[in-house]
């Protein structure tokens, strides 16, 4: 059964615009999760440009689903990751400069390095995701440190201008979905999704959870949170 990961840094973005202590991001993923959420994933970047460290912790204790840690793959984050211990990590490729994570993590250029971030935090109980693009190099990169799971970056089809690039970029995706199962990965899928475009990656064979932020906490700011996580596990259901 496809599920929703919530993703709430949104909530911490409009917070940090006046390092205020409301909104909180805790109580978004309490209403997120009483709206349906199956999951709640947050981005705790090195610039804490959103999240913090403090909302982290919290979330480790009061989130009922799972609790998905997106990090970069650097010494400081494992630490965070290793003594919070979330549900799961996916690890991100990150830029200061990004206004949001730009393309999927390079599996194929630092292997090794890769490798041993996900020994050292499986070996801890924390099971890994990839945040990749659908590249048949890059998901048997993932297979071959031994992943538990890829997340394909959806942002090339979310961004596409016509109806035959969309295509294009959902046939890729529906490849490569089938390509990471057959090496034995599970496979979620984010970045850019919205209520309007989100039905088409929902349905593809094998698909387990997408991760959805922006345009649910956009949507959140006019009717509410609880409601806008309904409305898009409805965009995600069968028609």
Same mark, same amino acid.
């Given at each position: 059964?496809?599920?929703?990961?919530?993703?709430?840094?949104?909530?911490?973005?409009?917070?940090?615009?006046?390092?205020?202590?409301?909104?909180?991001?805790?109580?978004?993923?309490?209403?997120?999760?009483?709206?349906?959420?199956?999951?709640?994933?947050?981005?705790?970047?090195?610039?804490?440009?959103?999240?913090?460290?403090?909302?982290?912790?919290?979330?480790?204790?009061?989130?009922?689903?799972?609790?998905?840690?997106?990090?970069?793959?650097?010494?400081?984050?494992?630490?965070?990751?290793?003594?919070?211990?979330?549900?799961?990590?996916?690890?991100?490729?990150?830029?200061?400069?990004?206004?949001?994570? &730009?393309?999927? #993590?390079?599996?194929? $250029?630092?292997?090794?390095? =890769?490798?041993?971030?996900?020994?050292?935090?499986? !070996?801890? +109980?924390?099971?890994?995701?990839?945040?990749?693009?659908?590249?048949?190099?890059?998901?048997?990169?993932?297979?071959?440190?031994?992943?538990?799971?890829?997340?394909?970056?959806?942002?090339?089809?979310?961004?596409?201008?016509?109806?035959?690039?969309?295509?294009? &970029?959902?046939? #890729?995706?529906?490849? $490569?979905?089938?390509?990471? =199962?057959?090496?034995?990965?599970?496979?979620?899928? !984010?970045? +850019?999704?919205?209520?309007?475009?989100?039905?088409?990656?929902?349905?593809?064979?094998?698909?387990?959870?997408?991760?959805?932020?922006?345009?649910?906490?956009?949507?959140?700011?006019?009717?509410?949170?609880?409601?806008?996580?309904?409305?898009?596990?409805?965009?995600?259901?069968?028609?």
């Amino acid at each position: 059964m496809l599920t929703l990961g919530v993703n709430i840094d949104h909530i911490a973005t409009i917070r940090q615009a006046r390092r205020t202590v409301e909104p909180d991001p805790v109580a978004a993923a309490v209403l997120a999760e009483l709206g349906g959420a199956d999951g709640i994933t947050a981005h705790l970047r090195e610039d804490r440009r959103h999240i913090q460290d403090r909302d982290i912790r919290l979330l480790r204790q009061t989130v009922r689903t799972h609790l998905n840690l997106e990090m970069a793959a650097t010494e400081e984050m494992l630490g965070i990751a290793l003594d919070v211990k979330p549900d799961y990590v996916t690890l991100v490729p990150e830029k200061r400069e990004e206004v949001t994570t &730009e393309g999927g #993590l390079d599996i194929v $250029g630092q292997i090794v390095r =890769i490798g041993e971030i996900v020994d050292k935090l499986q !070996g801890a +109980g924390i099971p890994v995701s990839l945040f990749i693009d659908a590249e048949p190099a890059q998901i048997a990169a993932s297979a071959k440190v031994q992943a538990k799971f890829i997340e394909l970056h959806t942002g090339r089809y979310a961004e596409a201008q016509d109806e035959t690039s969309r295509q294009h &970029e959902l046939a #890729l995706l529906a490849t $490569g979905c089938e390509q990471a =199962i057959k090496a034995g990965l599970r496979v979620n899928a !984010g970045h +850019g999704l919205t209520y309007w475009n989100v039905y088409p990656v929902a349905a593809l064979p094998g698909m387990e959870e997408l991760n959805i932020g922006h345009t649910i906490i956009s949507r959140a700011a006019l009717v509410g949170m609880e409601r806008a996580v309904r409305e898009m596990k409805q965009a995600m259901s069968p028609r």
